[in-house]
């Protein structure tokens, strides 16, 4: 494999929403790690981000900043369309890449870039980066240490009014286009979910879904049921972007044969025990910059010093699952 030596220095390949807060300033708050480029093809908010964000350089060519000697590290944020595309051009540089989600448009695009990681010899990382936060951590131990039992059932609820939602906004809001995004707005937050099942569970034994249009507002799906079976742990999700107000959910209940345990996703923090001996109620605060402890992670995995937190042939389960749910 070929780690790098000395400071990772990160190129962004579409320095858009998720750069502003979530990303793009941990790259130079971790350890060993520095950002030293940008690109978009705006040159007006390419060249705004890095002004405001203390970036040396920026592009409005990918293959430019892929080009650029002192950059030798890229993390790919463009709508999934493109990953393939950059990904691959990253590598054939011999440059390690840290891959937004959902890792590609499909199981078909997923696998050429794990073959192209795996053929180069170019480490390459998907950005699930709720593996790292404290609660899904937290969840992870319960599971381990049997504090529920054996678990039988995941009910996982994600009910979302066009108005109140937590879907992150742009001008172009290319997460409605299933050529760019390879789906729907379940496309933008179910694979960090279903990663999670898959980092709790293991890998699912049997899965089915189903996406439907029903407002017909644009080409995307707005419901999308999926169930697995994640060897005797069954998993049921209802996905809805398309419900009032008074509706809106974000929750995900992990029930045992001793307890159960309930949480949120996306919308705060705050975790729910419960057992024999009563209800315990955990908050946990996740960093300002969401990805931060992924990315040390990740800069430490470029280092050679540790292990890859999402690797190519774990982002293809999830990318399986959300292929699932589009199939006739």
Known sequence: MKFIKGEVRWGIIGCGDVCEVKSGP????VSNSKLVAVMRRDEKKVKDYAQRHNVAKYYTDAQQLIDDPEVNAIYIATPPAQHEEFAIKSMVAGKPVYIEKPLALNSDSCIRI??????????ASGAYYRRALPLFNKVKALISENRIGNVKLVLVHTLQSPVKNIITKTDDNWRLNPTLSGGGLFHDLAPHQLDLMYW???KPTEMKGRSLNQ????????VTSFEALFNDVFLRGIWAFNVHESAVTDSCEIIGDKGMLKFPFF???????????????IDFTNPPHIQQPMIEKVVRYFRGEGENPCSMDEALVSMRMLDSTLSD
């Open 114 to 123: 794990k073959d192209a990681a795996n053929s180069m010899m170019v480490p």
């Open 200 to 202: 709790f569970f293991g």
């Open 215 to 222: 407002d017909r507002m644009n080409n995307a799906p707005d």
């Open 267 to 281: 919308s705060g923090a705050t975790l729910e025990i419960k057992t024999e001996s009563g209800t315990e109620l």
């Open 26 to 29: 941990a790259f130079s708050k």
